[in-house]
T-cell receptor, first 111, second 114 residues
Framework: QKEVEQNSGPLSVPEGAIASLNCTYS??????FFWYRQYSGKSPELIMF????GDKEDGRFTAQLNKASQYVSLLIRDSQPSDSATYLC???????????FGTGTKLQVIP | DVKVTQSSRYLVKRTGEKVFLECVQD?????MFWYRQDPGLGLRLIYF???????EKGDIPEGYSVSREKKERFSLILESASTNQTSMYLC?????????????FGNGTRLTVT
């Protein structure tokens, strides 16, 4: 069973701080990694994807991938109350995008 | 922008009913997916399709079937609804066929089976 693990939280950070969200996966053959944000009552929306080891930055968001250690993380700089949501880590381990999702980490940004 | 439209936002059905959930996407995506989302269990893949009339079982296909007669439309069918199928159902699509394209989700259908 391919697994994707996330701490369910809630992770509480003050406004303006850096939020760090982590995800580990079990399948060493995994190739594509995604972070989705899901507001309460809404559907997931893509924030970032990463395929190569290292960091990928997009505005206030940075995704980090370490395939040797089998973890992927998302850093949110200058956290805002509007960032309060559940963040889902998703991993694609095979063809036709059979993506496995973690259960999500709930982030609360305190004004 | 990609638009994935699910026909109903809320549905209430009785045990034993046959239930159809419809999903339409407007971006000519090859791949379409049905997930269910439950608290503490996350998103679980029910079925997916990578082409018209093609379907593949996901992780939890029992009690469900699907139909894809046209590229833009992917239907989820609950043959005989049961209370344990009460859930949020999410349709998604993606392009191309390889595994490096993100999923675009519909707004979800919250199904209650009584």
């Amino acid at each position: 069973q391919k697994e994707v693990e996330q701490n369910s939280g809630p992770l509480s950070v003050p406004e303006g701080a850096i939020a760090s969200l982590n995800c580990t996966y079990s399948d060493r053959g995994s190739q594509s990694f995604f972070w989705y944000r899901q507001y309460s009552g809404k559907s997931p929306e893509l924030i970032m994807f990463i395929y190569s080891n290292g960091d990928k930055e997009d505005g206030r968001f940075t995704a980090q991938l370490n395939k040797a250690s089998q973890y992927v993380s998302l850093l949110i700089r200058d956290s805002q109350p509007s960032d309060s949501a559940t963040y889902l880590c998703a991993v694609n381990s095979g063809g036709y995008q059979k993506v496995t999702f973690g259960t999500g980490t709930k982030l609360q940004v305190i004004p | 922008d990609v638009k994935v439209t699910q026909s109903s936002r809320y549905l209430v059905k009785r045990t034993g009913e046959k239930v159809f959930l419809e999903c339409v996407q407007d971006m000519d995506h090859e791949n379409m997916f049905w997930y269910r989302q439950d608290p503490g269990l996350g998103l679980r893949l029910i079925y997916f399709s990578y082409d018209v009339k093609m379907k593949e079982k996901g992780d939890i296909p029992e009690g469900y079937s699907v139909s894809r007669e046209k590229k833009e439309r992917f239907s989820l069918i609950l043959e005989s609804a049961s209370t344990n199928q009460t859930s949020m159902y999410l349709c998604a699509s993606s392009f191309p066929l390889t595994g490096d394209s993100p999923l675009h989700f519909g707004n979800g259908t919250r199904l209650t089976v009584t």
